[in-house]
């Protein structure tokens, strides 16, 4: 008996590393050289010789990694999740003036309960300061600053009334 006869147990457990390392990377790359690696070891149980043996897993892994890889991680990443967060989810999001809002300076406590430094954006054409009560929506947030504009307030159970974005 030759090693050779044995290659079949040297392809299970590089198959069986591949796909280990698969499940720590979760890439598909390691899944494509599993699979390429498989088509080695079913040529070996045909009874091809162990140079032909690593090239059909080679070439195999090499047409699995380029054509089959790319489109399966196209739709495996196709429906991203659509909820905002972090930053994002603060962009538009309504707060109450806390201490006065002035173009270089202020405190806004936002809807989700978070006090917030803030100015008063530059664009907004409308009042010099915001004094406390008064209801901001977020522009964009700078650094650790939520750049805000006036917000119109619908009448609600507080007796507020709307009032326009200058």
């Known amino acids: 008996m030759d090693i050779t006869s044995f290659a079949w147990i040297a392809w299970l457990v590089l198959i069986l590393v591949f796909v280990i390392i698969e499940m720590l990377t979760l890439d598909f790359v390691f899944?494509?050289?599993?699979?390429?690696?498989?088509?080695?070891?079913?040529?070996?149980?045909?009874g091809a010789p162990w140079w032909?043996?690593?090239?059909?897993?080679?070439?195999?892994?090499?047409?699995?990694?380029?054509?089959?890889?790319?489109?399966?991680?196209?739709r495996l990443k196709r429906g991203g999740d659509p909820t905002k967060s972090n930053v994002d989810?603060?962009?538009?999001?309504?707060?109450?003036?806390?201490?006065?809002?002035?173009?270089?300076?202020?405190?806004?406590?936002l809807a989700v309960g978070e006090?917030?430094?803030?100015?008063?954006?530059?664009?907004?054409?409308?009042?010099?300061?915001?004094?406390?009560?008064e209801h901001v929506i977020v522009l964009s947030i700078e650094g650790a600053t939520a750049v805000v504009a006036p917000s119109p307030v619908s009448a609600g159970a507080d007796g507020l009334t709307e009032r326009s974005i200058p």
């Open 52 to 74: 032909l043996q690593l090239v059909i897993a080679a070439a195999l892994s090499v047409v699995l990694l380029f054509f089959i890889r790319p489109p399966l991680l196209h």
């Open 31 to 46: 899944l494509m050289i599993a699979v390429g690696s498989l088509g080695g070891l079913i040529s070996g149980l045909f």
């Open 115 to 133: 006090t917030w430094t803030a100015r008063l954006s530059t664009a907004s054409g409308g009042p010099v300061e915001l004094v406390p009560g």
């Open 89 to 109: 989810a603060l962009i538009g999001m309504s707060g109450v003036v806390v201490s006065t809002v002035s173009r270089t300076a202020g405190l806004v406590k």
